[in-house]
């Protein structure tokens, strides 16, 4: 097994190293926070049998050209808009992905932005350290409440269905919007499919989890923007590729929406000096989704014994079903 090849291009925790080890040489990327050059692991993948990646590498079909003897792409992610999947397929190389695993950790992620951006926290606490708390106000820093409001989630999914049954926690009327109804979760978890249209339109909190492809790019712009309430709340945990960011921009500064909580960017990492950055009611987090100790390490060993699975040949226990 020794003979074969395996690029990981970030520094992982040493638990899932190990069980690639077993199997072939590694060449690790040592860094944790910067990206492997597009350049750099193209040079280092034309000898390669293997690939371990992340959300954050471009893998496109100039690079897979350059990886004549790629077996399998395993990442360490559920979201899989990186990886260009129609020609991998047509090369014969396994994809797999870490679904599941990390439900509850990004359920838990989306929830956070939507109470932080509804009651307006990191603006709070940047006040207090700004030394601007003069005095109580009886409409200092009001905030829309979260009990008992409208929550239209578009893309129920595993993440989607964490996030409702959370919702209902706090009285929310859950609405969703796919584009094919779920019987069965209404049923178990008591929530209502609704039109696009209708969920933009009565919804007091919006939250995006449908999955980042050609047909959802852009699928949140000027006019879905147009239609949600003035006081509405707009949360996007998927990918940033599918909110248009100018259109939530000027939503967001002349009043059209309230608020807004990102966890993620048409642009990763998106520049500090980016516009949308300069609103007060931006709540902006480095696409942290996934981000809990446990969660991480659990992706990492997932990711892990999927390549192994994908270099010998087996089935991947996690394959990207596109
Ligand atoms: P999932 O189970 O596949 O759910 C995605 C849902 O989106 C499906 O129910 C699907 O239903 C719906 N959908 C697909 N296309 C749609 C469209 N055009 N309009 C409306 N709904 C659509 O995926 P998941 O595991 O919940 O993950 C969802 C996405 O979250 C991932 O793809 C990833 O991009 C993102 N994510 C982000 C983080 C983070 O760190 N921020 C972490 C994990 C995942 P239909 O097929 O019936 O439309």
């Known amino acids: 097994m020794g003979e074969y090849k395996i690029v990981v291009t970030r520094k992982i925790p040493d638990e899932s190293l190990d069980i690639m080890k077993k199997y072939g040489e590694l060449y690790i990327w040592p860094e944790e926070e910067i990206a492997m050059p597009y350049e750099r692991l193209k040079e280092e993948v034309c000898n390669a049998h293997a690939l371990y990646t992340n959300v954050g590498d471009k893998i496109d079909r100039e690079l897979l050209e350059s990886a004549p003897h790629l077996k399998v792409i395993s990442t360490m992610a559920v979201g899989f808009d990186n990886i260009d999947m129609e020609y991998a397929r047509e090369r014969g190389i396994a994809v797999g992905h870490t679904p599941s695993v990390l439900n509850e950790t990004t359920a838990d992620l989306a929830f956070t932005l939507l109470m932080a951006a509804g009651r307006r926290i990191v603006e709070g606490a940047d006040y207090i350290k700004e030394e601007k708390w003069k005095s109580w106000g009886p409409m200092l820093l009001t905030g829309q409440d979260i009990y008992g409001a409208r929550l239209g989630i578009i893309g129920m999914g595993r993440i989607g269905e964490g996030v409702a049954r959370r919702a209902l926690g706090f009285n929310m009327d859950v609405v969703y919007h796919n584009r094919s109804q779920k019987p069965h979760i209404e049923e178990e978890i008591g929530v209502t499919y609704c039109e696009l249209t209708e969920l933009l339109q009565t919804s007091d909190f919006i939250v995006l989890l449908a999955p980042g492809s050609e047909e959802t790019r852009h699928m949140i712009g000027t006019e879905q923007f147009q239609l949600m309430k003035k006081s509405a709340v707009f949360i996007n945990v998927s990918r940033g590729t599918n909110v248009d960011e100018q259109a939530l921009y000027k939503a967001l500064k002349e009043g059209g929406i309230w608020a807004a909580g990102l966890d993620v960017f ?11 950055l300069s609103l007060p009611n931006v709540t902006a987090v ?24 994908g270099i010998k040949g087996e089935k991947l226990p996690f394959e990207v079903q596109a």
């Open 286 to 309: 480095p696409h942290i989704g996934s981000a809990s100790i446990a969660t991480r390490k659990k992706m990492a060993m997932m990711a892990a014994e999927n390549l192994v699975a």
């Open 266 to 276: 048409e642009e990763e990492p998106i520049s500090a000096s980016h516009p949308l």
